[in-house]
């Protein structure tokens, strides 16, 4: 038998539930009554113990511990923007407008990001942006996919946006090298049952519904996604086209007006989980399967004027497409942290395709044809089937090594594409084999890396890197019997200084060489009839295009709060893959492409972010509560001169202007007000030129509690969004004008569940501190907390709080 006492036995469990009880309503309090602004705190880990080591579980893939560097955290206008030594991350997750909003619409809301109706994304102005998820590549972004899948996938997936201008030799050059955009999934760690839902109309069948769950406990995590959305935009299109004789100087005029439409369903859906087995070793898994529709139709009308007033060839076409893109991906990873806070090793594993297919048929109306030089006008189907295949295997490594940082890893991936396009008559049912063809493209990239990042005093630090990739290329033109390979090993340094100027002001430096190769679409080389007035073929023989930059930025916090920032840059492309035109005769225009000449670029980039704190007065007149975000860029690209014979000699140059801007207004309580804006300069693109061409935004919302709320959304307030292309050489001249009809309006509810309340938040923290909820201290603990909360909820209710002024918060060394 005991000999101790049974006696103090209850009231030594009192005592300790009372302790746990006190302290876990004091964690809950304490999240429930910070800032304002909606800024997610941090969350409270699933794994069995805490630890330092913590911070690398959590930390987003892509994402390298640092161990000097990092400034301070705030939030403006729905953005948190941590500013690194190799990166920029701006919050999306607790924007106003990322409700019923996919990624483009978002992205437009990122400091020198903007995405065109058409899905193109631009950096800086440049199209030759890297798009990666949770820093690895997705087949559904690869090539011709990505523009689609851009304007398909909601914002709910992501919570972050990471703008790498420089990436180090950690990152890849797969899907388009350059500068990268590395999305951050939202990472589910709240301990118990999480989720929200919600569902936004907008006009001509428009509408969205998005929901999602996670449940939390002890050693494991599971979530879900489901999305579905039918959107899409009307455009109209005028494009003049001059063909100069060289020899008579005569022009031979063509106008082509279209009508296109296409509003598509998209559904998305994925489930993944986490399970630390134990206090060091961590295994995730995921799989996501989407479907978008490809359904189209379109109005053409082709009027030929040759030298003429009047009309020689005029005729009309009717298209209608059907079609769907299946996507899916699988991903495995395990994650190993060791003794030294900060060391792991991560592999990762995953496997993505993209199934596209589209049948179209065209049908032909002729309005006046000529008697001889007419062109052949033959109703016919389409079909065409696109298929990306791609498997990644990444092994990194980061720990302590002397007084710094080693990051050191390897990346092996096999990507194969395939482009089946067959084209059949209607009439007979034969095979246009002018047009019929298929492509096949199989690329394996391997790759090893290592960084190392070091503080060499108090105020200097540095990251230098070496990314050494091995291509090997071959394709295969199988119609016309056309085999090409290409292989070749690029070494790709990066170099990265910082100088600390004071507790809130840096200077940073950073150099970077990157590759950019060529898409499956660049490469074919079959000729491809689109019409008799215009064709298009790739080129076999192209190699990467070779990019450097140089940047010089400063950084600071105005008064210790509102970040600013200005960078200065440069950036050269080496063997560009331009687009070149040629006559093939006097009606018909071939498009193809070639590495020629090289591109230079630089500017000078601003952002600055702040806000009106709350209750501040001016002469007893109470400000507006106001979060402000402002960016510009201003550069300049300069490019070599061709023509139909290839490099002319001489330089094309243009200065652009970028600015971005806007601001939320905390009206009230319970209703915030956003605007967002962005004009894009004029920029150079092959033989021509893009006009300017903006988008103003808007967003409210209103909580009617803490759970529901009313989400309101206009785009395009201002229908600034039309396209202008222009194209001047010394044998053609070509203007195409697009109208692009987006603006609308969605309207919207949003609905968030579960959390940390009550019993189950007593629960679930103790689950995940691993203690059983069913021992005795454990129901005690609980049914304090439950007495605690009545007692708090029988006093009078609490005036709300205003929105907290954010507060600088300490620098993190990881």
Known sequence: MSSHPAAPFPSACKAISAAIAL???????????????GQAQPATSAEPAARADAKAAARPAGEAPQPSGQIATVNVVSERQTNRVDRQVYDIKNDASTAGASIGDVLNNVPSVNVDPNGTVRLRGSERVTVLVDGKPTAQLQGENRAAAINALPAENYESVQVINNPGAEFGNEAGGGPILNLISRRYTKPGGNGSVAGNLGPGGRRNAFANGSYSAGYASVNGTLNVRRDGNQTDTEEVRERIDPATGAVSRLRQTARREGINSFVQGGVGGRYNYNERDTVTASVSVNKRGNDSSASEHFTDFRTTESPVVDYTTRRKTDGDALNHEIVTGFERRFN???????????????????????????????ATGAPVLRDYAQDVETRVRMTDLSVDYSGKAGAGFLNTGGRWQRLRQSADNRYLFLAGGGLDTRRSNLFELDQDVLAAYGSYEMPLNKLWSFKGGLRVEHTDQDLDQVTSDIQASNKYTSYLPSLFLTYKLDQFSNLRLSYADRISRPTSGDLNPFVNYANDYYVSSGNPHLHA????????????????????????????????ITDRRVFLNENTLLTTRENLGDRRSGGIEFSVMGMVPPNLRIKGIALPNIRFMFNGNWGFIEQDRTDALGLAGGKRSSPSLQLQGGGQWQIGPDDVLTLMSFRQGKLLSGEGYREPFGMMNLAYEHKFDKRLSLNIRANDVLRSTDQKFRVETELLRDRTDTTVHQRRLYVGLRYTFGGTTGNDAVRNALQAAGVNPDSPAAREAMRMAQGMQQGQGSTAEAPKAAPAQPQPQPTTQK
């Open 545 to 576: 295009v070779k990019l450097h930059s140089l940047e010089l930025g400063y950084e600071t916090k105005i008064m210790g709060l509102a970040p600013f920032s200005v960078r200065g840059y440069l950036r050269k492309e080496g063997d560009v």
């Open 23 to 37: 302290l876990l309503l004091s964690v809950q309090a304490e999240a429930q009554t910070g800032p304002a602004s």
């Open 340 to 370: 030294t806070d900060g060391e792991t090793l991560k592999v990762d594993l995953r496997h993505s395709s993209n199934n596209n297919t589209a049948d179209t048929n065209t049908l032909y109306q002729s309005l006046a044809m000529p």
